[in-house]
T-cell receptor, first 113, second 112 residues
Framework: AQSVTQLGSHVSVSEGALVLLRCNYS??????LFWYVQYPNQGLQLLLK??????LVKGINGFEAEFKKSETSFHLTKPSAHMSDAAEYFC???????????FGAGTRLFVKA | DTEVTQTPKHLVMGMTNKKSLKCEQH?????MYWYKQKAKKPPELMFV???????INESVPSRFSPECPNSSLLNLHLHALQPEDSALYLC???????????FGAGTRLSVL
């Protein structure tokens, strides 16, 4: 079975500050890991993904995440927050070959001017 | 191109109405999904089609009826819905053997 835990339902940062959204996963098979972003009244946009290979993955809008197997983590970071980053962020895991994707509860990111 | 197109963007319907949601993708994906998302919650899987055949039905009430007429198109037929069915309905697609899902913008459904 797979599961995802996002630490913190709300995160608030100042514009220009580091963004760190935490995600821990559980999986009995090598996981595929994802971060999705959802802006108000919109669908989910794939921000970045880890499948195999390089453990540091870069995504759109300056975001990146590092797969740490020993810590079962896949935290999302961005060096400098922008007002436009304010949104809901979902971490997700799948087993790669099936159809089920398990989503975390989501983290709402607030960016203060 | 990673676009999944959903229509309509918004839908208001009465409990006796029949309506349909449409989803289209041209990425060559042979797996397509319907999700339901309530406010401040993650998406919940409803149905999965693989090679145009229903693979997963997550015990969804029969008032929701999915259809996959071809490899690019996915419909969700709605009939006799309840107010609690009001939600954002999301469509997604992926390759069958590589579960990386791409989502549409969703249809915001309100049932009166």
């Amino acid at each position: 079975a797979q599961s995802v835990t996002q630490l913190g339902s709300h995160v608030s940062v100042s514009e220009g500050a580091l963004v760190l959204l935490r995600c821990n996963y559980s999986s009995s098979v090598p996981p595929y890991l994802f971060w999705y972003v959802q802006y108000p009244n919109q669908g989910l946009q794939l921000l970045l993904k880890y499948t195999t290979g390089a453990t540091l993955v870069k995504g759109i809008n300056g975001f990146e995440a590092e797969f740490k197997k020993s810590e079962t983590s896949f935290h999302l970071t961005k060096p400098s927050a922008h007002m436009s980053d304010a949104a809901e962020y979902f971490c997700a895991v799948s087993d790669g070959g099936g159809f089920k994707t398990i989503f975390g509860a989501g983290t709402r990111l607030f960016v203060k001017a | 191109d990673t676009e999944v197109t959903q229509t309509p963007k918004h839908l208001v319907m009465g409990m006796t109405n029949k309506k349909s949601l449409k989803c289209e993708q041209h990425m060559g994906h042979r797996a397509m999904y319907w999700y339901k998302q309530k406010a401040k919650k993650p998406p919940e899987l409803m149905f999965v089609y693989s090679y145009e055949k229903l693979s997963i039905n997550e015990s969804v009430p029969s008032r929701f009826s999915p259809e996959c007429p071809n490899s690019s198109l996915l419909n969700l037929h709605l009939h006799a819905l309840q107010p609690e069915d009001s939600a954002l309905y999301l469509c997604a697609s992926s390759q069958v053997d590589r579960n990386i899902q791409y989502f549409g913008a969703g249809t915001r459904l309100s049932v009166l």
